[in-house]
């Protein structure tokens, strides 16, 4: 699985590279996207004779950006929602995505090349998470609990349309209550004292890219970087990346790989990966 997310990540660059075309003209105005979307499997097995389980799962997601590019400066607000369980057999429904993710950037045009800005972000869920791998399971999130709170302001770059990166110093909160103790926010170095929230300060760095591979199939990748002032050898590391392939009006294939890197909550690379083909439809 990881050579596949690998090559992948590199056929999608390769591919960017040729299909973003140098003197694309910008485009000015208001310009609001939602996007809505279903995924729905089934499976029912009675006297079957090679045996297997009954099984569903569903997944709603939701995408959104609000655009607002004037000569003068840039807005940007997107968010991202998704949630999904998953029931295999007598097990209990299990969450399978659960996931919200806001932004907010603003950037004021003062060159083609290179831009002040301002940024701000929450990541966060819906509903309770589980560690399924303990019986019962055990609760280990929740709504807010954590969430990720970040902001920053520095200097972007146009590389091209549809490819950017910015450069700056970034805020970074953590908040957690009922969950405390796994360490999303609360120090190992202080043992007596339980930290519940947790504010860093340093540099970050985040690039995202959007582009047609082929004519119906769009790739979306954003990598972003953070580094406290308190251990400026410790990066923490959040790259979405996102394949949608349009099969018809109604109807979609979408493939999403997360990486998430903060060695304050655990020291291995979390990699979430799901591919889902289900229903789409374009709001705006």
Not at 236 to 242: E, F, G, H, T
Not at 248 to 252: I, N, R, T, V
């Given at each position: 699985m990881k050579k596949l997310i690998i090559f992948l990540f590199a056929l999608s660059f390769t591919a960017s590279t040729v299909s973003l075309k140098a003197g694309e003209k910008e485009k000015f105005g208001y310009q609001p996207t939602v996007v809505g979307g279903l995924n729905i499997t089934q499976n029912s097995y009675s006297n079957w004779a090679a045996g297997g389980e009954n099984a569903y799962a569903y997944t709603f997601t939701l995408n959104s950006?609000?655009?607002?590019?004037?000569?003068?400066?840039?807005?940007?607000?997107?968010?991202?929602?998704?949630?999904?369980?998953?029931?295999?057999?007598?097990?209990?429904?299990?969450?399978?995505?659960?996931?919200?993710?806001?932004?907010?950037?603003?950037?004021?045009?003062i060159g083609y090349f290179v831009n002040p800005y301002v940024s701000a972000g929450l990541l966060t869920q819906f509903?309770?998470?589980?560690?399924?791998?303990?019986?019962?399971?055990?609760?280990?999130?929740?709504?807010?609990?954590?969430?990720?709170?970040?902001?920053?302001?520095?200097?972007?770059?146009?590389?091209?349309?549809?490819?950017?990166?910015?450069?700056?110093?970034?805020?970074?909160?953590?908040?957690?209550?009922?969950?405390?103790?796994?360490?999303?926010?609360?120090?190992?170095?202080?043992?007596d004292v339980i930290e519940?929230?947790?504010?860093?300060?340093?540099l970050q760095s985040v690039t995202e890219l959007e582009t047609k591979l082929a004519s119906n199939l769009l790739y979306v990748s954003r990598l972003g970087l953070f580094s406290s002032f308190?251990?400026?050898?410790?990066?923490?590391?959040?790259?979405?990346?996102?394949?949608s392939a349009k099969v018809?009006?109604?109807?979609?294939v979408n493939l999403i790989v997360n990486l998430f890197y903060d060695k304050d909550i655990s020291p291995k690379t979390q990699i979430q990966e799901a591919l889902a083909v289900g229903l789409t439809y374009n709001f705006y």
């Open positions: 950006q609000f655009l607002n590019n004037q000569p003068q400066f840039v807005w940007k607000i997107t968010g991202q929602f998704a949630f999904g369980q998953s029931k295999i057999g007598d097990q209990g429904l299990r969450n399978a995505v659960d996931r919200i993710d806001l932004r907010a950037l603003y950037t004021r045009k509903a309770t998470g589980y560690d399924y791998s303990q019986t019962p399971a055990i609760p280990k999130s929740g709504f807010f609990d954590p969430a990720f709170i970040t902001g920053g302001a520095g200097v972007g770059w146009t590389i091209r349309p549809k490819f950017t990166t910015r450069f700056g110093l970034g805020l970074k909160e953590t908040v957690t209550n009922r969950y405390w103790m796994y360490k999303y926010a609360d120090k190992a170095s202080t043992p519940k929230t947790k504010f860093e300060t340093g308190a251990n400026m050898s410790a990066v923490d590391v959040k790259w979405d990346n996102s394949w018809s009006k109604y109807l979609a």
